[in-house]
Every structure is written in structure tokens, then in C-alpha cells.
């Protein structure tokens, strides 16, 4: 039996359990899968309703299999080259191109399709391989059930609110917030929320003398 039927059949063997991270890898390594988390991400896509627990677990809810209406499409050679000439055959992670840093691009879901995202140009983007791992180690983490009820929300004033909830006082990287706004004028709503919520939402600009990386925003919410 390969390595995606023993990890099928453990999760429907399993079924309501959240089975720790560590007890998947080690299934998975015994049965020489190593990139199993991709296995559950196209099962998800496939109907498969699957969630996990910002990298601790992953339970697999039902044996139900629903149509997922966000399921990943092919993208077509014309799309890629229209991704890449508009980014101007450049990384839009680390800003590495194809002609001065020999790099290979690949079109990035700017929005995840589990996420809901769309195959189409203004929901995809040039990354290097590099870039492109560092962002799915990101979603990887993400526990699926509140990126689920952030992707539900009609807006994106609701998207940012539900997900600053659910992480309260955590400096959150200004590209992943681009990410779940789903729109490139995202600061616009941060506003917002500021005025019309009360919601203490404080910018933390990129700092490399104090290790701050990356420009950042933080919800404080006061005990």
C-alpha cells in the first residue's frame, strides 16, 4: 500500500481524532511519505473536510466528501506569462528576478484556493521557490477552522477584525495581512476598523538594528 493510502486510511481509521503533528510524521516517515502535508492540502481541494490546528493537529471531521467549489484549477501557459510579465519576471517575495539573479519563477495563489482564492491574474503572483516554500510553511501553520470563518467573511474590514481576534497582542507581518484581505489596498480598511471599532491596531515598522524583519501590525487587546 503506498504512503497516501496508509495516511487515508489512518486519518478515516481516526476519524473526529485530532492526531498530533508528531504521530503523522511518524506514519508518514515509516511509509517514506515525506510531503504528506501537500496530500491533505489536495484532499482538502478534493472535498475532504480536513482541519488542523496551527501546525499541532490535523482531525479529519467527517467521512463526508463534499464538491469544493474553490478546487484548484490548471494554470494555462498564456495565465503564467501574463503573471510574469506584469510582475516583470520579478520575485514578489525577496524582489530577485529571472535576468539578474537567474531565478525560476513560479505563479503563487495569492489567497490560497483552500482559502478560497481564484485561478485568475489579480489572485496570482510571481515567487521564487524559495519564497513560495516560506509562504506554504505559512499556511501549513495556520489552524484551518478560523481561516475558514476569516474567508467566510463578505468583507474585508470583517476579514482582518475576525483574524486580529483570533490573534490578539501577536505581531502579524503585513504581507500575510495582505494575503487575507484579499485586495491590495488592504491599509485603507486598517483604518477603519481603527475609527469605527476601537480596535487598538498599531503599526510596527521594519527594524533591522531591533530584529523587526518585517513591517508589521498588532491588535493589543487590553486584559
Given at each position: ?9 489512518y486519518?478515516i481509521?481516526?476519524?473526529g ?11 508518514c516517515a ?5 510531503h504528506?502535508d ?22 479529519l ?7 469544493n ?9 498564456k ?8 510582475d ?10 529571472v ?14 484556493v483552500e482559502?478560497g482564492?481564484?485561478?485568475e491574474?489579480d ?13 506554504q510553511?505559512?499556511?501549513?501553520g ?5 481561516m475558514?470563518?476569516?474567508?467566510n467573511?463578505?468583507?474585508t474590514?470583517d476579514?482582518?477584525?475576525v ?22 489596498e ?25 530584529k523587526?524583519?518585517r513591517?508589521?501590525y498588532?491588535?493589543?487587546k487590553?486584559?
Open positions: 500500500m503506498s504512503g497516501s493510502k496508509v495516511l487515508k486510511q486519518l481509521d481516526n476519524v481524532r485530532e492526531i498530533p503533528l508528531e504521530e503523522l510524521n511518524s506514519l515509516s511509509n517514506g511519505l515525506h504528506w501537500r496530500v491533505i492540502r489536495n484532499w482538502i481541494q478534493e472535498g475532504y473536510n480536513i482541519e488542523n490546528k496551527r501546525g499541532k493537529w490535523y482531525k471531521c467527517s467521512l463526508e466528501i463534499k464538491p467549489p474553490n478546487k484548484r484549477k490548471a494554470i494555462s501557459k495565465l503564467r506569462f501574463l503573471v510574469f510579465n506584469r516583470n519576471f520579478t520575485c514578489q517575495g525577496c524582489g530577485r528576478t535576468s539578474d539573479d537567474a531565478i525560476k519563477l513560479s505563479p503563487d495563489h495569492i489567497v490560497p482559502w482564492g481564484k485561478t491574474l489572485n496570482l503572483q510571481a515567487l521564487c521557490r524559495e519564497c513560495n516554500e516560506g509562504k510553511a505559512w499556511v501549513k495556520e489552524d484551518t477552522a478560523v475558514k470563518e476569516v474567508s467573511q463578505t468583507n474590514e476579514r482582518l477584525k483574524y486580529f481576534l483570533h490573534h490578539p497582542n501577536e505581531p502579524i507581518a503585513a504581507d500575510r495581512l495582505s494575503v487575507i484581505a484579499k485586495t491590495r488592504w491599509t485603507r480598511q486598517i483604518r477603519y476598523l481603527r475609527a469605527h471599532t476601537g480596535m487598538k491596531i498599531k503599526y510596527i515598522p521594519k527594524n533591522k538594528s531591533r523587526i524583519l513591517d508589521s498588532i491588535f493589543i487590553e486584559d
